[in-house]
């Protein structure tokens, strides 16, 4: 399952193995300061938004890689049952939200958010 720490200045997810081959990376870094907002999405599902762009999906378990949509591109790493972390960035990033299926999501946003600052 997908990590998302804070290292520095820079907020950095970081992929299993497995969800590495399909997002071909290994990790997405955005800078801590183009987070505008961290929020826990209870339901997975409605953390996605657009079509799938890059990577893969499998409909009703889990979902990994680029969306598409109007307003930009989306990174997701996200898993059925699993609340997931939402984190909306500033542009121009390459990315216009991250969201990432972690066990702890409330405890990783609130860590989050202190180490942000916000």
Do not use: K, N
């Amino acid at each position: 399952m997908a990590r998302l720490v804070v290292d520095g200045d820079e907020v950095v997810v970081r992929l299993a193995p497995r969800e590495a081959l399909p997002a071909r990376r290994r990790e997405v870094r955005v800078h801590s300061a183009d987070v505008r907002d961290v929020r826990v999405e209870p339901e997975w599902w409605r953390a996605l938004r657009g079509t799938q762009f890059g990577g893969r999906c499998r409909p009703g378990r889990w979902c990994v890689g680029e969306r598409l949509h109007a307003l930009g591109r989306d990174f997701v790493a996200v898993r059925a049952g699993v609340p997931v972390v939402v984190l909306e960035l500033r542009r121009p990033v390459p990315f216009t939200r991250l969201a990432v299926s972690v066990a702890d999501a409330g405890q990783v946003a609130e860590s989050v958010r202190r180490r942000l600052g916000a």
